[in-house]
């Protein structure tokens, strides 16, 4: 085996820069994988306590997006504390749709009624949560994308209209409460709601680790001041997700649960973000099969994210459909996206994301290293540590076990922590072409971008389907005669000898076969004829042959796979389809993954929660309780018998001897380390103690990259945005406006911009005109708005809200003034 040389070097040394912060080292000294020799991740579910023990040196990092003011003061006051900061979490309120009666309990729940969800909009105050519950660290969100985020700037103008739609009315909401309420013949007495003779008790599940208990005994209060009975039931993560994640919605347990989510990237197209959080496609758990979305909600939410469209005119059309059947629906309440400080000691460094922090970043094992020291240990401090099992398909979803989790896995492409843009990491190079007409770019010279009249015809021998009983896949000449074509081609080309150079880190080398049966797992699992059918997977399962046309996978040296599908992305570079084994809990190689299968098949466990339920068995967990047993039992019979699944797939690409050699090396690994975790990643799960909440990582001497590999990003460059202009103006008037965009006080290029641009408001905050500005000289920008602008503005108050996007980070920038305006 050889390893992959990193090509970003000056002579014979590398330069690592973090956070502005360089530092060097010889050349030969990198190691390959990770920096350091082993991290220990240890639970911390005090915040206060995790940023303590940065000071005291217990703790290396606190991987926690911290929002609290007072915590952020004593960050601020120490001075071995660093921190980074980050703008991908946010605040919502999850509701239970299941009803209007709940089966199990026979009691009422009026959060199954769209127009009482609705209405919640507009008895929460956002901006009183953003500035008293979160202490000034946050905005009010209203979508289900971030504010800090591209769409939100190329929607601001819908976004401003909704905003005065659904701002605070408490008197509007408890109208509509009331009269959706007699509608389900519940009635007031004494104050209080009454179904069936017993009061309305609504139960607000409230997480008890953070500023979501203020939120939920807020959103408590608000209820009670409108006639219901309040229940709240306080819990950590742990206790918290088996009912409102994995839990029956049926069984009434909870009415509200106060969400939390992270984003853990730069997102530079969220639309599919209705399809995830609106629709059953969304997930496989429980409390997602139960969402019921109107039909034009469903079809608008699926368009969007199966990019349904031919312009960025189109496009806009339906967000900002989207945006209006969403408050409608509100199944989900947004409430606030969140400004986080990350911590972490002054003698560690490491790369942040600006949306998802430390805990979010896919770099973060990466590049995560002592000062000064190659080698040595890291001790890492986390809010909750292994709450739910982990196994890579449908194992647990917690931001803080998927952190570490990605330190043993990757998915083929990495992502620029700044941008959102994507980068080859599994792979070696792409050719997306795409079809002529669609609005699709390029910004990076790794990938070729090419544009086909009328679509690429699909090749005859692509798999277009799966055959449940056969246990193979139906080719494009089955099932479309006629032929077929894909608005967009990806063939991604793998590293030569790459299967001697990977290997998973029980040793077995990575084959064709691992991709081979990431496929067959996004086919199978839907269909009832198959052994291992899990209903909660069809809904994805129908979504990805909306758009499905035909997948190629080429064994050969190097490996070559291709995918056509009439899904495409704006950005060329984004989610290239290399069928890189990584899963949406984290990665998998086959021979693990086949053991998990049939533990599945014989009815002793479940990949999925809902599934176990079901059947009333174990929850598939690789790294603890009972599932070890039943996976070694059902490794023992794989390793007698040298079995092969899918043999009319799988035969082609695994012989008889590799599959002895790889159920041998899993069973040595299992001896030796005591779980069935596999991946490719830069550490490998060295123990993990759920019990004491610890997962001790160690670095992986068999990864193909150096260390230093993703060591290249710099400090990010977000703009520093000045207004200035008038204090007051005539009506009618002309208006010019002066603008200064900075970074670290040097002039922002405007090279490096994207736009500039300046919205009017009126007095109503209704949006009146957007106008472009334009630069004077480097760093200074100018906006003049004509009087026929200024005609239409009424006597008061106007605002001039500045948008400025830059290629360099994907964090639109926004600074607002206020003018004057009089007859």
């Known amino acids: 085996m050889h390893k992959i040389e990193n090509k970003i070097m000056v002579g014979f040394f590398v330069f690592v820069f973090v956070f502005g912060v360089a530092f060097t080292v010889a050349a030969d000294d990198v190691p390959y994988g990770g920096w350091l020799d082993t991290i220990i991740a240890e639970e911390e579910a005090s915040t206060a306590a995790g940023v303590t023990k940065l000071g005291t040196g217990d703790l290396g990092v606190y991987s926690h997006t911290i929002t609290e003011v007072d915590i952020y003061e004593m960050i601020l006051e120490n001075p071995e504390i660093l921190y980074a900061e980050s703008f991908g979490s946010y605040n919502e309120l999850s509701f ?426 996004s086919f199978d699992r839907a269909f009832e004829e198959s052994d291992f059918f899990d209903e909660a997977q069809v809904p994805s399962y129908e979504s990805l042959m909306d758009t499905l046309r035909g997948i190629r996978v080429i064994d050969g040296d190097p490996i070559t796979v291709e995918f056509y599908s009439d899904l495409y992305y704006l950005d060329a570079e984004w989610y290239i389809p290399s069928g890189f084994p990584y899963y949406d809990q984290g990665p998998g190689a086959w021979h693990n993954m086949a053991i998990g299968y049939l533990a599945e098949v014989a009815e002793d466990v479940a990949y999925s929660s809902s599934k176990a339920d079901a059947l009333e068995v174990e929850h598939l967990n690789m790294i603890g309780g009972p599932s070890l047993e039943i996976m070694l039992e059902h490794l023992e019979s794989a390793l007698e018998e040298g079995y092969i699944p899918y043999e009319n797939t799988l035969g082609e690409f695994i012989s008889e001897e590799e599959a002895l050699e790889r159920y041998q090396n899993l069973y040595d690994w299992y001896q030796e380390k005591g779980h069935f975790w596999l991946g490719t990643g830069p550490y490998y799960l060295d123990a993990a103690y759920p019990v004491e909440g610890i997962v001790e990582l160690a670095r992986n001497e068999d990864y193909p990259f150096r260390a230093d590999r993703w060591d290249i990003f710099v400090e990010p460059m977000i703009p520093e945005v000045g207004v200035s202009g008038p204090g007051a103006i005539r009506i009618g008037s002309d208006l010019t406006i002066d603008i200064s965009i900075f970074f670290d006080d040097e002039p922002y290029l405007k090279e490096d911009l994207d736009t500039v641009s300046v919205l009017i408001f009126d007095e109503r905050n209704r949006l009146i005109d957007t106008v472009a500005a334009e630069m004077i000289e480097e760093g200074q920008w100018q906006a003049e708005i004509g009087g026929e602008i200024t005609s239409r503005l009424s006597f008061g108050s106007t605002t001039i809200e500045t948008v400025v996007t830059s290629q360099r980070v994907a964090l639109p920038t926004m600074e607002s003034m206020s003018i004057v305006t009089f007859e």
């Open 96 to 521: 239970n749709p299941a009803g209007p009666v709940f089966e199990e309990t026979g009691k009422l729940n009026p959060f199954a009624v769209p127009r009482v969800r609705e209405a919640m909009n507009w008895l929460i105050d956002r901006e009183y949560m953003a500035d008293e519950i979160f202490g000034g660290m946050a905005v009010p969100r209203l979508f289900p994308f971030t504010s800090a985020f591209p769409d939100y700037a190329n929607m601001i103008e819908k976004v401003r209209e909704l905003e005065v739609t659904y701002s605070h009315n408490p008197e509007r909401a408890e109208e509509v409460i009331t009269e959706e309420m007699l509608a389900l013949e519940a009635e007031m007495v004494d104050g209080l709601w009454h179904f069936d003779g017993e009061p309305v008790e609504i139960g607000i599940l409230i997480r008890s680790e953070d500023e979501r208990t203020e939120v939920g005994d807020y959103v408590g209060s608000l209820l009670e001041g409108i006639g219901f009975k309040v229940e709240r039931r306080y819990a950590t993560a742990a206790e918290a997700s088996p009912i409102w994640m994995t839990g029956n919605p049926e069984a009434g347990r909870f009415h509200i649960y106060t969400g939390g989510w992270i984003t853990t990237v730069v997102d530079r197209d969220q639309s599919s973000n209705w399809d995830f959080f609106y629709t059953p496609r969304g997930l496989g758990t429980p409390l997602w099969q139960a969402y019921e979305p109107s039909r034009e909600f469903d079809e608008a939410a699926e368009r969007l994210a199966q990019r349904g469209f031919t312009t960025m005119e189109e496009r806009e059309e339906l967000m900002a459909l989207n945006m209006e059947l969403g408050l409608q629906d509100s199944v989900r309440l947004w409430l606030v996206d969140r400004l986080a400080v990350n911590p972490y000691r002054y003698d560690v460094q490491l790369t942040a994301d600006l949306a998802g922090g430390i805990s979010g970043s896919y770099l973060w094992a990466h590049t995560i290293r002592n000062v000064d020291e190659v080698g040595g240990q890291v001790n890492v401090g986390l809010p909750s540590v292994m709450p739910e099992p982990w196994n890579p398909m449908d194992g647990s979803n917690w931001i803080f076990d998927m952190m570490l989790i990605r330190a043993t896995g990757e998915v083929g492409y990495q992502w620029d922590p700044y941008t959102g843009l994507h980068y080859p990491n599994m792979f070696e190079s792409a050719t997306v072409v795409i079809e002529e007409g669609l609005p699709v770019t390029k910004s990076l010279d790794w990938v070729e971008l090419e544009f086909a009249e009328g679509g690429t015809e699909v090749p005859e021998d692509a798999w277009a389907d799966w055959d449940a009983e056969e246990q193979r896949f139906i080719t494009v000449g089955e099932k479309y005669p006629d032929g077929v074509s894909a608005r967009r081609a990806v063939t991604t080309i793998y590293p030569e000898n790459f299967q001697n150079d990977l290997r998973w880190h029980d040793g077995s080398n990575f084959s064709a076969a691992d991709i081979v049966w990431f496929y067959i797992m």
